[in-house]
């Protein structure tokens, strides 16, 4: 098929190099000429596991371009997804629809034949009966203009793998027409097995902040629990495992930690509670801001923990040296990153902070130009009072505790992830604290 992917950012690039590797003729259309530029040498502006080789692969083949005019994109595409940006609206509760809304108003006009438009971006319920009027009021081709809803579920870092082969695809649909479409273009990856789900629209909107809502309450529930096991010298870890054996819960995204960010999780959970309280469901809403508020307050328990962990030593003239400034390993995306809050409410308790990450310092350095920044991990911990681990990227798992002993002034490890075994840390030396486990 003759696709666009209108929207070029951590959902739209990985999206359109995927339909390229679907084997579509593919144009993905962006306001920014500079990203388009090199979007069309074949660089990447974002990291994503394996999307640089799918990008140089299809825009070197000519099955994958990149343009800044609509209008092209319209003559050219017969389904157009539109994976446009929906961040929090200035409320902080609702998502701010705009740049969907902008999108349909630029390339409705050009649409003077039969086509369908493809929903990606995250909204609120109700907007793909807003979108359908608009497409077709603007549209020359009017009733010929099919919306269909497809909520994304990708996973930063496994963004080229989710497209490719995700858990599901949801489709909210309103005609066979729609749902066709829908079915043509993920073809290769329905027949490969992965499971369908045809809905209507509202449905198919729900569904995406109801999975991400989830994750998001299961989170906050195993840090609340691992903060019962902070006051209580238990193992939260221990519990993780046991709770994970129930096949009613399982154990999959449940890490105690400092909570979760990037520019999904926190959005939709609030984008989510805030439909409860419109549609009047004040109980979930409820329930749901409680685990907002836990993960709110995860930078303050984890300082907490650090000052506990000092005693009598102040924060104050610290040397510390925290790992992680992405929100999760895999990426560079460093949108409402705890690891970041973290680094630098240290700082604001008048610590000196040095910040590593193996991918997102660059990214880092533009929103915190506060912070320091070291691009070697030994060398980044070289008189540092006190090691924080707060990005659980495999380079800190898989780091040599023994070769690191000697750099730092005091070999102190707090792992605001729990994501290390401490026992070679300690038998290298180190004094190491994790969240919600014993310290030793």
Same mark, same amino acid.
């Given at each position: 098929?003759?696709?666009? *992917?209108?929207? %070029?950012?951590?959902?739209?690039?990985?999206? &359109?190099?995927?339909?390229?590797?679907?084997?579509?003729?593919?144009?993905?259309?962006?306001?920014?000429?500079?990203?388009?530029?090199?979007?069309?040498?074949?660089? %990447?502006?974002?990291?994503?596991?394996?999307?640089?080789?799918?990008?140089?692969?299809?825009?070197?083949?000519?099955?994958?371009?990149?343009?800044?005019?609509?209008?092209?994109?319209?003559?050219?595409?017969?389904?157009?997804?539109?994976?446009? #940006?929906?961040?929090?609206?200035?409320?902080?509760? @609702?998502?701010?629809?705009?740049?969907?809304? #902008?999108?349909?108003?630029?390339?409705?006009?050009?649409?003077?034949?039969? =086509?369908?438009?493809?929903? $990606?971006?995250?909204?609120? *319920?109700?907007?793909?009966?807003?979108?359908?009027?608009?497409?077709?009021?603007?549209?020359?081709?009017?009733?010929?203009?099919?919306? *269909?809803?497809?909520?994304?579920?990708?996973?930063?870092?496994?963004?080229?793998?989710? /497209?490719?082969?995700?858990?599901?695809?949801?489709? #909210?649909?309103? @005609?066979?027409?729609?749902? $066709?479409?829908?079915?043509?273009?993920?073809?290769?990856?329905?027949?490969?097995?992965?499971?369908?789900?045809?809905?209507?629209?509202?449905?198919?909107?729900?569904? $995406?902040?109801?999975?991400?809502?989830?994750?998001?309450?299961?989170?906050?529930?195993?840090?609340?629990?691992?903060?019962?096991?902070?006051?209580?010298?238990?193992?939260?870890?221990?519990?993780?495992?046991?709770?994970?054996?129930?096949?009613?819960?399982?154990?999959?995204?449940?890490?105690?930690?400092?909570?979760?960010?990037?520019?999904?999780?926190?959005?939709?959970?609030?984008?989510?509670?805030?439909?409860?309280?419109?549609?009047?469901?004040?109980? &979930?809403?409820?329930?749901?801001?409680?685990?907002?508020?836990?993960?709110?307050?995860?930078?303050? /328990?984890?300082?907490?923990?650090?000052?506990?962990?000092?005693?009598?030593?102040? +924060?104050?003239?610290?040397?510390?040296?925290?790992?992680?400034? @992405?929100?999760?390993?895999?990426?560079?995306?460093?949108?409402?990153?705890?690891?970041?809050? +973290?680094?630098?409410?240290?700082?604001?308790?008048?610590?000196?902070?040095?910040?590593?990450?193996?991918?997102?310092?660059? /990214?880092?350095?533009?929103?915190?130009?506060?912070?320091?920044? =070291?691009?070697?991990?030994?060398?980044?911990?070289?008189?540092?009072?006190?090691?924080?681990? &707060?990005?659980?990227?495999?380079?800190?798992?898989?780091?040599?505790?023994?070769?690191?002993? /000697?750099?730092?002034?005091?070999?102190?490890?707090?792992? %605001?992830?729990?994501?290390?075994?401490?026992?070679?840390?300690?038998?290298?030396?180190?004094?190491?604290?994790?969240?919600?486990?014993?310290?030793?």
């Amino acid at each position: 098929m003759r696709v666009s *992917v209108i929207g %070029c950012g951590h959902l739209g690039i990985p999206h &359109a190099a995927a339909m390229a590797e679907l084997g579509h003729e593919v144009i993905g259309v962006d306001v920014d000429q500079a990203k388009v530029d090199r979007l069309n040498a074949g660089q %990447c502006p974002i990291f994503e596991a394996g999307l640089p080789e799918l990008l140089a692969r299809h825009t070197a083949s000519g099955r994958l371009r990149f343009t800044t005019d609509i209008r092209e994109a319209a003559t050219f595409a017969e389904l157009h997804f539109i994976g446009v #940006g929906t961040p929090i609206d200035a409320d902080g509760r @609702s998502y701010d629809t705009a740049q969907v809304f #902008g999108a349909i108003r630029q390339l409705a006009p050009h649409l003077d034949g039969p =086509c369908t438009i493809v929903g $990606k971006s995250t909204v609120t *319920v109700g907007t793909t009966i807003q979108v359908t009027a608009l497409a077709r009021r603007l549209a020359p081709a009017g009733e010929g203009v099919e919306v *269909v809803w497809n909520p994304e579920f990708l996973r930063e870092g496994h963004a080229v793998q989710d /497209t490719l082969r995700p858990d599901r695809l949801i489709a #909210g649909v309103t @005609s066979a027409e729609g749902e $066709k479409a829908i079915r043509a273009v993920y073809a290769d990856i329905i027949d490969a097995g992965v499971p369908i789900f045809i809905t209507d629209p509202q449905t198919a909107e729900l569904a $995406k902040g109801a999975a991400n809502t989830f994750l998001g309450l299961k989170i906050s529930f195993i840090n609340a629990v691992a903060d019962m096991c902070q006051a209580a010298d238990a193992d939260v870890s221990q519990i993780v495992e046991i709770l994970g054996v129930d096949p009613r819960i399982g154990s999959g995204g449940m890490n105690p930690g400092i909570g979760y960010g990037g520019g999904c999780l926190p959005k939709d959970v609030r984008a989510f509670t805030a439909s409860a309280r419109q549609l009047g469901a004040d109980r &979930a809403a409820s329930l749901l801001r409680a685990a907002e508020e836990i993960n709110e307050n995860r930078v303050d /328990t984890a300082v907490g923990l650090i000052a506990q962990v000092l005693g009598d030593r102040p +924060l104050k003239g610290s040397r510390a040296t925290v790992w992680g400034a @992405s929100f999760k390993p895999g990426t560079n995306d460093v949108r409402e990153s705890p690891a970041l809050a +973290l680094a630098h409410a240290l700082q604001q308790e008048g610590a000196t902070v040095t910040v590593h990450d193996p991918q997102a310092v660059p /990214t880092a350095m533009v929103r915190n130009p506060e912070l320091d920044y =070291c691009e070697d991990l030994a060398d980044s911990i070289d008189g540092a009072d006190l090691v924080v681990l &707060a990005t659980e990227w495999p380079e800190y798992r898989q780091a040599d505790p023994q070769t690191l002993a /000697t750099r730092p002034t005091t070999a102190l490890l707090i792992d %605001c992830r729990t994501t290390v075994d401490p026992e070679p840390w300690r038998t290298a030396g180190w004094t190491v604290h994790q969240l919600g486990r014993p310290g030793k």
